[in-house]
C-alpha cells in the first residue's frame, strides 16, 4: 500500500524533517504500482498503471474535461506560480532530499536546483496566457488563422543529475500550453519528484493533470514511450536510452519525440585569453556538480603559449577542490559524492583506462577516502583525440587536455566527436571568439564563460546529442502542434 516515508536531518547545514509520500501520483492520488508493489515491477504491471495514469480518470479525462484547451492560460498560470510559491516556502526540505538523493553540496543545491527549478515554473507561468497563432491572409475571400493546440497526454522521463531542475524544465512549458503530464523520475532518484506530487494538489491543479510515476526505464519508461494514446515524449538522458525511446516510438505511434541527451564538449583556450577567467570557469566547467553535468567541459584545447601557465592554475584549483571534499551536509564542503555506486565504478574505470592508454595525471586520478563515492578532481594531460577518456562521455569529474597549434587544427579536433551539445571559447580577441563559437558544432556555445543556463535561453543538441530545445520561448514550441484554420468569407 502506499505510504510515507520521513528522513530526519540532524546535520550542520540542516536540521528539520522531510516526509514524502511512496507509491504512484495518478489522478491526484497515490495508488500501489502492484500488489505489494516494489520499484521492480514487470513491463505489462507497469503498462497497466501507466495506462490507469493516462485513460480515464487521470491524464486523458483531466485534459478532455478540465485542462487543454478548457483551462485558461491564466488560469494555468497562476497554478504554475502557486506551485513555485510552496517549493520556495519548502526549499531546504527540497533541498536536503536533492543532497541526500544525489549526494549534491546541500548549499548548492538550495540556490541552484531548487532555487533553478522555481524560476523555471514561474517563467513559463508567464507564458501562459501568451501562446498566440497568427492570421495570414491569404486569396480572396478567404482568411485562414493559425492555433498552437497542446498535444494531450505527454510522457516524460528525467535523469538523476538534476531532478528538480529536470522536472521543472519539462513540466513547466507542458503545462503552462494545456498539456497533461505523466512524469517518470530517475528510478536513482525520485525523492524531490515525490515531494513535489503533494504540493501538485496542494497548488489546486485538477486531478490528473500532472502524474507521477515511478519506476525503472526498461518498465515503466519503455511502457510511456510504447503507449498509444501519448502524442508525445520529452526525455532527458543517455544517447543509448534516447535511442530506444525514438525506435519504440517510431515502432507504435509515432509519438513526437524531443531528446536531450548526452555530451563530450570541447572547451577551447586560446593564447589570448584571460587566463585566471578561464581557469576558474574550465574548473566550474568540468568539475561542477561533481562532472555529473552533460554540457561539462570535459575535453580541454589548450593553444602553446598557455599550455604551461593554465594547466599550474588549473591543477591548484583541482587540488584545492579535493581538499574541500566530503559530507554535502557539512558547510565548507565544495565536492561531494558520485550519484551510485555503478557511476563512481564507472568513472574510476574510465581513469584506469586514460592511465593504461598512455596519459598522465596532473591532479586526482583516484578515490578520495577509503568509503563512499568520492572521485578527486582529475586532470590527465598528453591526451590523444582517439583514448576513451577524450572521446566518451565519462559523467564524472575528469578532464582531458589536449595542446594544440593553430585556429583551424582545433575546430577539426573540437568538432571530431560524435556529439554537439555544448562548447567554449576562451579569447580576448573578439573577431577569433564569434568565428570559433559559430564554427563549432554544438547547440549552446560559451565564449568567455562555461556551463551556465537562463531560463529565457534555448537550450539543447547538436548531432548525436539531441532533438529538439528546451528552455526559452521554443520549448512552447515544442509542446504544441499547429492547426490552420481556413475561412471562406
Ligand atoms: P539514462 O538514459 O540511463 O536514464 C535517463 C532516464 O531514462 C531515467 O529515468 C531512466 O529510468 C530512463 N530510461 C532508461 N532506459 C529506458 C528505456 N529503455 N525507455 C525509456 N526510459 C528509459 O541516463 P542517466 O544515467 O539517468 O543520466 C545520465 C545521462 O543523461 C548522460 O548521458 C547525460 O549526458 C544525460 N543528460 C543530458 C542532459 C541534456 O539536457 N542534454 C541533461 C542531463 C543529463
Request: include cysteine; charge should be negative; proline fraction near 5%.
Amino acid at each position: 500500500m502506499p505510504g510515507t516515508y520521513t528522513h530526519k536531518f540532524d546535520t550542520p547545514a540542516y536540521k528539520g524533517e522531510a516526509t514524502i509520500h511512496t507509491g504512484l501520483f495518478i489522478g491526484g492520488k497515490w495508488v500501489d504500482p502492484i500488489e505489494g508493489g516494489t520499484i521492480d515491477y514487470n513491463w505489462a504491471a507497469s503498462f497497466i498503471r501507466l495506462d490507469f495514469a493516462i485513460n480515464p480518470p487521470a491524464s486523458i479525462l483531466a485534459y478532455k474535461t478540465v485542462w487543454g484547451l478548457h483551462y485558461p492560460g491564466a488560469g494555468r498560470g497562476k497554478l504554475l506560480n502557486k506551485l513555485a510559491d510552496l517549493i520556495e516556502k519548502n526549499i531546504d526540505e527540497f533541498a536536503a532530499l536533492e543532497a541526500l538523493d544525489v549526494g549534491k553540496v546541500f548549499a548548492k543545491a538550495k540556490v541552484i536546483d531548487i532555487g533553478g527549478a522555481i524560476t523555471c515554473l514561474r517563467y513559463y507561468a508567464g507564458w501562459a496566457d501568451k501562446v498566440q497563432g497568427k492570421t495570414i491572409e491569404t486569396t480572396e475571400n478567404k482568411l485562414a488563422y493559425t492555433r498552437h493546440e497542446p498535444y494531450g497526454v505527454v510522457g516524460q522521463i528525467v535523469p538523476w543529475n538534476f531532478p528538480m531542475g529536470m522536472v521543472s524544465w519539462k513540466i513547466g512549458p507542458a503545462l503552462a500550453t494545456g498539456n497533461t503530464v505523466v512524469l517518470k523520475p530517475s528510478e536513482i532518484t525520485p525523492l524531490t519528484a515525490l515531494k513535489l506530487a503533494d504540493l501538485i494538489n496542494e497548488a489546486g491543479f485538477p486531478p490528473g493533470v500532472v502524474n507521477i510515476v515511478n519506476g525503472y526505464g526498461h518498465t515503466v519508461g519503455q511502457a510511456i514511450s510504447e503507449h498509444p494514446q501519448i502524442h508525445k515524449v520529452a526525455f532527458t538522458g543517455s544517447t543509448l536510452t534516447g535511442r530506444k525511446i525514438l525506435k519504440a516510438s517510431a515502432e507504435t505511434n509515432l509519438k513526437v519525440v524531443t531528446l536531450e541527451l548526452g555530451g563530450k564538449s570541447p572547451l577551447v583556450v586560446f593564447d589570448d585569453a584571460d587566463i585566471d577567467q578561464a581557469v576558474k570557469w574550465a574548473s566550474h566547467g568540468i568539475f561542477f556538480n561533481m562532472g555529473q553535468a552533460c554540457t561539462a567541459g570535459s575535453r580541454i584545447f589548450l593553444q602553446e603559449g598557455i599550455y604551461d601557465a593554465f594547466l599550474e592554475k588549473f591543477t591548484a584549483i583541482a587540488h584545492d577542490l579535493a581538499a574541500k571534499t566530503g559530507d554535502p551536509f557539512t558547510p565548507g564542503t565544495q565536492h561531494g559524492p558520485q550519484v551510485s555506486q555503478i557511476q563512481f565504478d564507472r568513472i574510476m574505470s574510465y581513469i584506469d583506462s586514460g592511465k593504461s592508454d598512455g596519459a598522465k595525471v596532473h591532479a586526482g586520478g583516484e578515490r578520495h577516502g577509503s568509503e563512499g563515492f568520492f572521485v578527486k578532481p582529475t586532470i590527465f594531460t598528453d591526451c590523444h583525440p582517439d583514448m576513451k577518456i577524450t572521446k566518451e562521455e565519462i559523467f564524472g569529474p575528469v578532464a582531458a587536455v589536449i595542446k594544440f597549434k593553430t585556429e583551424e587544427e582545433v575546430i577539426d579536433l573540437a568538432n571530431n566527436t560524435e556529439y554537439g551539445l555544448a562548447c567554449h571559447v576562451f579569447s580576448q580577441n573578439v573577431n577569433r571568439a564569434i568565428r570559433v563559437a559559430h564554427a563549432l558544432e554544438a547547440g549552446s556555445a560559451w565564449v568567455n564563460c562555461a556551463q551556465f543556463t537562463d531560463i529565457a535561453v534555448p537550450f539543447g543538441g547538436y548531432k548525436q546529442s539531441g532533438i529538439g530545445r528546451e528552455l526559452g520561448e521554443y520549448a512552447l514550441d515544442t509542446y504544441t502542434q499547429v492547426k490552420a484554420v481556413h475561412i471562406n468569407i
